[in-house]
């Protein structure tokens, strides 16, 4: 139980800071940026904007806030794949539970982009103007290494095929 509490705390965090974590995460190397970034790469941003301590701490609430509102959902919706994972293909239901469990998954994929907006929305009115102003700088400076990785990755495509074999 501890474990999916962790595990869904990761995850919450993981989808109210998804604007900075990709950009963390897709800032380059081979292994997709996630080197050396952990899964807390989205605080990265955060750590630059010399946040004040009731800035953490009000950050701090609005995302333990989110993951309050939204733990009933979390669970539900884990336990409606589990039940359709338990399922065979050739069960009676299953076309049903597949039915059902797309549509929970795109009412949450719904809920968790409006919590997103929400939590951003949240955050960036505890910024500071010049926290806001120094966020779109990271934010750009972001997007123009994405953006160099893209390119580089497009000029050294990885082989599709395995020599010595």
């Known amino acids: 139980m501890r474990k999916n509490l962790s ?16 950009a963390a995460a ?8 996630w080197q050396g970034h952990g899964h807390h790469g989205g605080f990265q941003a955060f750590s630059k904007l010399n946040l004040t301590d009731a800035q953490k701490a009000s950050i701090k609430q609005i995302f333990q806030s989110s993951f309050a509102q939204n733990k009933g959902q979390f669970q539900a919706l884990r336990q409606q794949r589990q039940a359709f994972a338990a399922l065979t293909p050739n069960s009676a239901g299953y076309q049903a ?4 469990l797309a549509q929970a998954e795109g009412a949450a994929a719904v809920a968790r982009t409006q919590q997103r ?3 951003r929305a949240q955050i960036y009115a505890v910024l500071t103007p010049a926290q806001q102003a120094q966020l779109a700088s990271i934010q750009a400076a972001n997007q123009a290494r ?20």
Request: glycine share 12%; net charge positive; charged share 5%.
């Open 146 to 165: 994405r953006q160099q990785w893209q390119q580089f990755k497009a000029q050294h495509p990885v082989s599709g095929s395995t020599s010595g074999q």
């Open 117 to 119: 907006a929400a939590i």
């Open 7 to 22: 595990l869904a705390l990761v995850l919450a965090s993981a989808m109210a800071l998804a604007p900075f974590a990709i």
């Open 97 to 100: 539970a597949a039915a059902s």
């Open 26 to 33: 897709q800032d380059g190397g081979p292994h997709g940026g």
